[in-house]
């Protein structure tokens, strides 16, 4: 059973991924569900059993630029917008997560090592996730005002 303390710190930092990933995927690309769904998925080791052990572990296999790439790869047999958008949101949650402690295995399976930056405080502590907030919000605001996508060219 996971305490009520870690499962409120972990919504948090799940639901931050996802507005982040939405911001991106809406403001840049036009592609909001893409952007929310990259945003998450990492965390989607979260529902691997236990059992399976390394890479299928939390910051394990999916927080992986292999992986990233290779969603994004395989939604640009589709759709080129949406992959960027996915690559963009895939990419923000691995960077969100170099800030905490445990970093980010991003070359993994060929280098085990988890990179991890120190800004001085974690990406998920609070000052930094209301900022993020506040700044998705702002942007978002700001794409409604205006109404077109910066990469129309795209």
């Known amino acids: ?7 409120a710190f972990l919504t948090v930092a799940i639901a931050t991924h996802a507005v982040v990933g ?21 965390d989607v080791d979260f529902l691997f059993p236990a059992a399976l052990g390394w890479p299928f572990i939390h910051r394990g296999i999916t ?9 994004a790869g395989v939604v640009a047999y589709r759709d080129r917008r949406t992959a960027l958008a996915v690559a963009a949101a895939y990419g ?5 997560d170099t800030t905490t402690p445990k970093g980010v295995p991003f ?9 991890h930056f120190d800004p ?10 209301v900022a993020l907030w506040m700044c998705c919000l702002g942007v978002l605001r700001l794409r409604r005002d205006s109404e077109d996508s910066p990469l129309d060219i795209i």
């Open 1 to 7: 059973m996971v305490p009520l303390a870690q499962a």
């Open 22 to 42: 939405y911001t991106l995927g809406t403001a840049l690309f036009d592609r909001p569900v893409a952007g929310l769904a990259a945003g998450v998925a990492p």
């Open 63 to 71: 927080h992986t630029l292999f992986v990233g790439g290779l969603t």
């Open 92 to 96: 923000s949650h691995l960077l969100l």
């Open 107 to 115: 070359l993994s399976p060929l280098v085990e090592t988890a990179y």
């Open 120 to 129: 001085g405080t974690t990406g998920h502590s609070l000052v930094p996730t």
